[in-house]
């Protein structure tokens, strides 16, 4: 057992340098603010303050907590069908579907996002198909409907990828017993499949929420600074306006934000882990 626990001490270095200082370090900033001639610094909520306190920024975290939502629910609809097809699939099949989805992931998230630039401004692809049914001119690039587009596109592979892991590890005499205690397809989905796979939903949903709340190129790119969220406020604060101390601020507040919903989350898969037991 000491031996295992010398073996752990260099991740554990790893992890206190590159994790567990820079968010102190936030913290730190977070608290405090330029002195004057007596201290260099001092600690203050001002940062805090002024965040609750603006109605602007109070909208963006609104607006970016809606935009995640709705990204997340598109994916569930969208990526739970395709992993219960993929699921049924024979295994080689299954191996060629889920290369598929991983491939797109191989490529840079920025690369691929700027892709969709092309595809969705005017005479683009997707301009030139809606005119095929008589919508002409249709604005979608910098609009809410490309960032959200974007985000779907990005997103959706992991959740697919979670569920499809759930539901191939399912035992499959839980449906014959189910089929022949005269339960019909439905039923059999319904009653057995998906309260089995619900695991994997909710690392799905984990997957793409969290990234899908703090994503800030997306929005910079597709939405053309019309749509900004609060990783785009973060990045701003850093980069263009300097003021470290309220980004770090957002950054904080975020990360709490994130932990309660991570613990949400993980407090629902322990429901879900026990249903399936007593399964």
Known sequence: MKTWRR?????????????LLPMLLIVFYSLIQPGNEVTTFRFTLDNYIRFFTDPDF???LWRSLTIAIETTAICLLLGYPIAYWISRCSKKTQNLMVLAITLPMWINMLVRTYAWIGILSKGGPLSIVLGWFGIKDAEILYTQAAVLIGMVYNYLP?????IHSSLTKMDP???EAASDLGASPFQTFWRVIFPLSIPGVISGITLVFLPAI???FIPKLLGG???FLIGNVIENQFITVGEWNFGSAISVIMAMI???LMSLVRKADRKASQKEKNA
């Open 7 to 19: 073996l752990a001490i260099p991740y554990l270095i790893w992890g206190t340098g590159m994790l």
């Open 58 to 60: 109070l909208l963006i």
């Open 158 to 162: 992991y959740m697919i990828l979670q």
């Open 173 to 175: 005499s839980l449906e």
């Open 214 to 216: 703090s994503a800030f």
């Open 225 to 227: 600074g019309g749509w």
């Open 258 to 260: 994130m932990m309660l």
